[in-house]
């Protein structure tokens, strides 16, 4: 499979030398390919796109108002709403849009309003969700005053705008530290916004509430709740997906907002299926489980490896695993099976690890398994 970073190619470099050449007079295109082709090699995805847009900026007329001018110019026509996520003769798209909208980010803040304008033309061809960071931290309340306006936005892709890029730790981008501490401002927003008919648009929504979460769990707590009253389909979908975190860390007004109260129930076993494990393999397991209430109840069931670090501490980390509904004294069954795999944001250690669940939020002793690393 080819490295994604490649989405950054020396043809996507020539592409966009393509457009500078026809739109900036005087562009010098060996001056411009030489350096980017020289390095780009070597670079990762992010870097790439740094160093592209550092020798589009040079490569672009000072003044704010020609350079946003050459930018609209180079971008690929919008058909019937969309545009297609390539960049060619008809003009730039997709990834190649990154560098393009980290030049407006990085070079302009002085053309706040212009640059504002720009951004929002060119995620309509990949998302300025990253670029837009900037002018936020740079004037939060002029910037969300601008943004705002963009809630009734005919384009899926700017509304979906105005939730990701305020997300206060978006992945990848720059962490937004005022709307860390208080994400306040973002409520009227994210209100409006969740019941919009794309589901682009919610999911978005619900990733910017988990990202709340983070740091303010209650207060997403309440509003799970708050949602969840007359709610259709589409926004319990949302406010489940906003939740997955709190609900994972079994946190009582998420819990709540879905009718989860605490588990009348006994884990009769947790069998450990696979004693001992190779690395590269999988754990296999089955759990019993008895239900002690009188009345049926919902049961969230998830599942905690508590696996073994460098300084042999056991670190828990949650999977989920099922929903279902458990009758009056009623037993069930069921098994799992969990790969134990190499994977790029975790390290596994040997020795002894262990195995949990987690019910309804409350956690259930552990049983514990051997991880064989070669």
């Known amino acids: 499979m080819e490295p994604f970073k490649n989405v950054f190619s020396p043809a996507l470099v020539m592409c966009i030398a393509d457009h500078l050449e026809r739109n900036v007079e005087?562009?010098?295109?060996?001056?411009?390919?030489?350096?980017?082709?020289?390095?780009?090699?070597?670079?990762?995805?992010?870097?790439?796109?740094?160093?592209?847009?550092?020798?589009?900026?040079?490569?672009?007329?000072?003044?704010?108002?020609?350079?946003?001018?050459?930018?609209r110019a180079m971008l690929r026509p919008v058909v019937d709403g969309e545009a297609e996520h390539v960049s060619d003769d008809l003009g730039i798209g997709g990834w190649g849009v990154m560098p393009l909208s980290m030049v407006v980010g990085?070079?302009?803040?002085?053309?706040?309003?212009?640059?504002?304008?720009?951004?929002?033309?060119?995620?309509?061809?990949?998302?300025?969700?990253?670029?837009?960071?900037?002018?936020?931290l740079a004037d939060q309340t002029r910037a969300l005053v601008i943004m705002r306006q963009w809630i009734d936005d005919p384009s899926h892709h700017v509304r979906r705008l105005v939730s990701e890029g305020t997300r206060p730790r978006l992945p990848w981008a720059m962490q937004l530290p005022l709307l860390v501490a208080d994400p306040s401002p973002m409520l009227p927003i994210l209100t409006v916004l969740r019941d919009d008919p794309e589901e682009y648009v919610r999911r978005s929504v619900a990733n910017h509430l988990n990202d709340i979460a983070k740091d303010h769990p209650d207060l997403v707590g309440g509003i799970a709740s708050e949602w969840m009253t007359d709610a259709d389909r589409n926004r319990m979908r949302l406010v489940r997906h906003a939740c997955r975190t709190l609900v994972k860390d079994g946190h009582p007004g998420a819990l709540a907002a879905f009718g989860l109260k605490p588990p009348e129930v006994e884990v009769q076993s947790l069998t450990i299926l696979s004693p001992q494990v190779a690395f590269g393999s999988s754990l296999e397991f089955s759990a019993t489980i008895r239900s002690t209430a009188d009345e049926q109840q919902?049961?969230?069931?998830?599942?905690?490896?508590?696996?073994?670090?460098?300084?042999?501490?056991?670190?828990?980390?949650?999977?989920?695993?099922?929903?279902?509904?458990?009758?009056?004294?009623?037993?069930?069954?069921?098994?799992?099976?969990?790969?134990?795999?190499?994977?790029?944001?975790?390290?596994?250690?040997?020795?002894?690890?262990?195995?949990?669940?987690?019910?309804?939020?409350?956690?259930?002793?552990?049983?514990?398994?051997?991880?064989?690393?070669?």
Not at 107 to 132: C, Q
């Open 26 to 71: 005087g562009f010098d295109r060996e001056c411009f390919e030489r350096p980017i082709l020289a390095e780009l090699e070597t670079l990762e995805l992010k870097a790439r796109a740094q160093l592209i847009a550092d020798r589009v900026h040079l490569a672009l007329p000072s003044n704010a108002d020609r350079r946003d001018e050459v930018l």
């Open 106 to 136: 990085q070079h302009g803040i002085e053309d706040f309003e212009g640059s504002l304008a720009l951004l929002r033309e060119m995620t309509t061809r990949f998302s300025s969700e990253f670029a837009v960071r900037y002018f936020l």
């Open 298 to 374: 919902d049961l969230v069931v998830d599942y905690v490896l508590h696996l073994r670090k460098a300084n042999g501490k056991l670190v828990p980390k949650v999977f989920k695993w099922k929903r279902f509904t458990l009758g009056s004294r009623e037993i069930r069954t069921d098994d799992r099976s969990h790969a134990i795999r190499p994977i790029t944001t975790r390290r596994y250690y040997p020795g002894e690890q262990r195995l949990s669940l987690r019910i309804n939020g409350q956690d259930f002793p552990t049983e514990s398994f051997d991880l064989a690393i070669p």
